[in-house]
């Protein structure tokens, strides 16, 4: 079946604008989560869905980092006023339930540059 | 806060040889143990995986054991191949979002 998938795969900006990003989870998974990883970096865990609801938003960056996610499926990354330290991949990744012992899929990420 | 050390953080062994990486961690309620594998350029993805009631489970040449008393669990791949060649992240159990902490991940590099 389908993966996660993530879109745009590349997106350029300039500093200042504002950038949505997109995941479409693997269907039936109500688990859904945004990482970010910047070059050569480790995984950088921001924000996680249990259905729509996103239970601890601890893991965003600034307030200028937005989730939100809509009937069950599709979520969407907002960066606003982007800043060029936002540059890195962008990664989401779902799972069928429970968060803590459910193998996690990843999508193939979104490559964020702000120049 | 949630504590996750891995290490090390670069290993490179000759073809055939075998390799271990550790991950420990400090939430005692974690029950679930994954290891997930990141080739250069794609995404990471799950190698394996173990549950707080076995010690051990091995698939193939690759292997995780876990230690709840000590809080670690290790990967372990026998007869290194060159395709073994990439960044491994491991992510304990976690009881909450604000724990859902990756490893610093572990480059492996295989030398022919």
């Known amino acids: 079946g389908a993966g996660v998938s993530q879109s745009p795969s590349n997106k350029v900006t300039e500093k200042g604008k504002d950038v949505e990003l997109r995941c479409d989870p693997i269907s039936g998974h109500t688990a859904l989560y945004w990482y970010r990883q910047s070059l050569g970096q480790g995984l950088e865990f921001l924000i996680y869905?249990?259905?729509?609801?996103?239970?601890?938003k601890s893991g965003l960056p600034s307030d200028r980092f937005s989730a939100e996610r809509t009937g069950g499926s599709v979520s969407t990354l907002t960066i606003q006023r982007t800043q060029q330290e936002d540059s890195a991949v962008y990664l989401c990744a779902s799972s069928s339930g429970q968060i803590s012992t459910d193998t996690q899929y990843f999508g193939p990420g979104t490559r964020l540059t702000v120049l | 806060g949630e504590n996750v050390e891995q290490h090390p953080s670069t290993l490179s062994v000759q073809e055939g040889d075998s390799a271990v990486i550790k991950c420990t961690y400090s939430?005692?309620?974690?029950?679930?143990f994954p290891w997930y594998k990141q080739e250069l350029g794609k995404r990471p993805q799950l190698i394996i995986d173990i549950r707080s009631n076995v010690g051990e489970k091995k698939d193939q040449r690759i292997a995780v054991t876990l230690n709840k008393t000590a809080k670690h669990f290790s990967l372990h791949i026998t007869e290194t191949q060159p395709e073994d060649s990439a960044v491994y992240f491991c992510?304990?159990?976690?009881?909450?979002?604000?724990?859902?902490?990756f490893g610093s991940g572990t480059r492996l590099s295989i030398r022919p």
């Open positions: 939430d005692s309620a974690s029950n679930y």
């Open positions: 992510l304990p159990g976690y009881s909450s979002a604000s724990k859902i902490i």
């Open positions: 869905f249990q259905g729509n609801s996103a239970p601890d």
